[in-house]
């Protein structure tokens, strides 16, 4: 799903360019790209904008506008995905699909 949309961006892309990028293989920003708006998506579909908590969760946003969860491992030296893992809905058909790690 994320490799489709990344073609889906990039062909949109190109229509919009006189520069056309016809690499056989997406890149890694391309990629990235594509998995952060499918996040973003899932996002806004499934949790309005109510404040900063979730049903007493502490949440934070980071740089790329995604909630993320704040544990109580937040002082210790893992990296940032896992010290503040992505929320995402438990019950949506797409999540259940995905086997992607943030």
Partial sequence: MIQILGWLRRF???????????????????????????????????????????????????????????TKIIERNYSYAFRYPVLLPSRHYIVDSLDIII
């Fill in 12 to 70: 949109t892309k190109n229509c919009r360019k006189k520069m056309v990028n016809q690499e056989p293989f997406l890149s890694v920003d391309e990629v990235q790209d594509s998995r952060l708006g499918l996040l973003l998506l899932f996002r806004a579909e499934s949790f309005p904008e109510i404040g900063d908590s979730k049903k007493c969760l502490l949440t934070v946003r980071d740089q790329s506008d995604l909630r993320r969860v704040k």
